[in-house]
């Protein structure tokens, strides 16, 4: 194993607000500080923002942090204001030998120019489909603007990352060069059938009721509203874990729904497990990091045949894959899976079985190739010029 870099990491979020940039940036920050390299984070400022973060193997990571405000309507998700030159200074204090960009759009495509400028290589993962976002908040005439910018943003990388196929088609289809596979790690050390817990269950679920969650934001790109199809059927309860600017009206739209708020770690992981189904109906996934660990947690998935799903569900093995926009499709496999324990459990241990071997050490790995591979086509291309 190849030791000793020094990684810039540029992440989009907030670190304070946990979702699946920021979360993957941790991670990944975890694996690496515990490698023997250096780290350095750059990200938006917010509530509860620290200087730097504490990883898993004890080090102390600097977090550079800029000035950001709050997006109007969704207070969670952060719009940071710095400039490229002052990321370039940033840069020439670090030297970093190779610059991740996590989820890039502005913080991410100033960072982009920042880099260029000084001549170092560029690796940016492609997570969140924010031209699919637009149209969900009723913003449908910034699409083209927004892949506009992401092509931009990902054409002046040397390595451009997608977490499914799904997504590699999509960002090919929009002219985005250089595209390669990486998907998410899972942990399966806190992810287990293993914290199913009754106690826990019987909060939210009578003995004769099967136990529906869903765990994500709670916002229009996340069609949590579809779980109406499941909300009202006999034996049936469904919990929502997370937060986010639609609760209220889910609540009134859901009144029979556990809303269990935001979880974290072992409770979070406890909450997942102690379920019989989980249920993601977004249409709009890139990956599904969330079904991951569900299926770490011995649940089959139900969700739509579209994006990043398609990769991690095996219908009729782990799961049931529905098509998007026909909710009685949900609701016939949710009917299957919940009414019939000895399919609903086998389902659910071949789940825990497929993502055995997609814990985040063997993914870190697997993006430090993708940086020296960035490395040295920069090095390449910078020897013709």
Not at 163 to 183: F, K, N, T, Y
């Given at each position: 194993?190849?030791?000793?870099?020094?990684?810039?990491?540029?992440?989009?979020?907030?670190?304070?607000?946990?979702?699946?940039?920021?979360?993957?940036?941790?991670?990944?920050?975890?694996?690496?500080?515990?490698?023997?390299?250096?780290?350095?984070?750059?990200?938006?400022?917010?509530?509860?923002?620290?200087?730097?973060?504490?990883?898993?193997?004890?080090?102390?990571?600097?977090?550079?942090?800029?000035?950001?405000?709050?997006?109007?309507?969704?207070?969670?998700?952060?719009?940071?204001?710095?400039?490229?030159?002052?990321?370039?200074?940033?840069?020439?204090?670090?030297?970093?030998?190779?610059?991740?960009?996590?989820?890039?759009?502005?913080?991410?495509?100033?960072?982009?120019?920042?880099?260029?400028?000084?001549?170092?290589?560029?690796?940016?993962?492609?997570?969140?489909?924010?031209?699919?976002?637009?149209?969900?908040?009723?913003?449908?005439?910034?699409?083209?603007?927004?892949?506009?910018?992401?092509?931009?943003?990902?054409?002046?990388?040397?390595?451009?990352?997608?977490?499914?196929?799904?997504?590699?088609?999509?960002?090919?289809?929009?002219?985005?060069?250089?595209?390669?596979?990486?998907?998410?790690?899972?942990?399966?050390?806190?992810?287990?059938?293993?914290?199913?817990?009754?106690?826990?269950?019987?909060?939210?679920?009578?003995?004769?009721?099967?136990?529906?969650?869903?765990?994500?934001?709670?916002?229009?790109?996340?069609?949590?509203?579809?779980?109406?199809?499941?909300?009202?059927?006999?034996?049936?309860?469904?919990?929502?874990?997370?937060?986010?600017?639609?609760?209220?009206?889910?609540?009134?739209?859901?009144?029979?729904a556990h809303f269990a708020g935001f979880r974290t770690g072992t409770d979070l992981a406890a909450h997942i497990a102690s379920a019989d189904?989980?249920?993601?109906?977004?249409?709009?996934?890139?990956?599904?990091?969330?079904?991951?660990?569900?299926?770490?947690?011995?649940?089959?998935?139900?969700?739509?045949?579209?994006?990043?799903?398609?990769?991690?569900?095996?219908?009729?093995?782990?799961?049931?894959?529905?098509?998007?926009?026909?909710?009685?499709?949900?609701?016939?496999?949710?009917?299957?899976?919940?009414?019939?324990?000895?399919?609903?459990?086998?389902?659910?241990?071949?789940?825990?079985?497929?993502?055995?071997?997609?814990?985040?050490?063997?993914?870190?790995?697997?993006?430090?190739?993708?940086?020296?591979?960035?490395?040295?086509?920069?090095?390449?291309?910078t020897s013709l010029r």
């Amino acid at each position: 194993m190849l030791e000793g870099m020094r990684i810039l990491l540029v992440s989009e979020s907030a670190l304070a607000h946990l979702n699946g940039v920021s979360g993957s940036v941790l991670r990944v920050a975890d694996h690496f500080a515990a490698s023997g390299d250096e780290l350095e984070i750059i990200a938006p400022a917010g509530p509860g923002t620290e200087r730097s973060v504490r990883t898993a193997c004890g080090k102390q990571v600097n977090v550079h942090t800029v000035a950001s405000a709050p997006m109007p309507g969704y207070s969670d998700v952060r719009i940071a204001a710095a400039t490229a030159t002052s990321l370039r200074r940033r840069m020439e204090e670090f030297r970093p030998d190779v610059v991740h960009l996590a989820s890039p759009m502005l913080l991410g495509g100033r960072a982009a120019v920042a880099a260029q400028k000084l001549s170092l290589p560029t690796v940016a993962v492609y997570q969140t489909d924010v031209p699919g976002y637009t149209a969900r908040y009723g913003m449908p005439f910034l699409e083209n603007a927004s892949w506009q910018l992401l092509r931009d943003v990902h054409n002046r990388c040397d390595v451009n990352l997608a977490p499914s196929q799904a997504a590699r088609r999509q960002m090919h289809e929009h002219g985005i060069d250089r595209v390669e596979l990486w998907r998410r790690g899972v942990d399966t050390s806190l992810f287990s059938p293993s914290l199913r817990s009754a106690e826990l269950r019987a909060r939210y679920a009578s003995s004769e009721e099967k136990l529906v969650v869903y765990v994500g934001r709670l916002a229009p790109e996340k069609q949590v509203g579809d779980l109406r199809v499941l909300h009202d059927m006999p034996g049936v309860r469904l919990l929502i874990v997370g937060d986010g600017p639609e609760k209220e009206a889910l609540r009134r739209r859901l009144p029979r729904a556990h809303f269990a708020g935001f979880r974290t770690g072992t409770d979070l992981a406890a909450h997942i497990a102690s379920a019989d189904l989980f249920v993601h109906p977004g249409e709009l996934e890139t990956f599904g990091q969330t079904i991951q660990e569900a299926m770490a947690s011995g649940l089959p998935v139900i969700a739509p045949r579209r994006g990043g799903p398609v990769d991690l569900i095996a219908p009729s093995r782990t799961g049931w894959l529905y098509t998007p926009g026909m909710l009685d499709e949900l609701r016939d496999h949710a009917s299957d899976l919940l009414f019939d324990d000895a399919k609903r459990r086998a389902m659910g241990r071949a789940a825990e079985e497929s993502v055995h071997k997609r814990t985040w050490p063997v993914l870190a790995e697997q993006l430090r190739g993708h940086y020296l591979r960035a490395t040295a086509r920069h090095g390449a291309v910078t020897s013709l010029r």
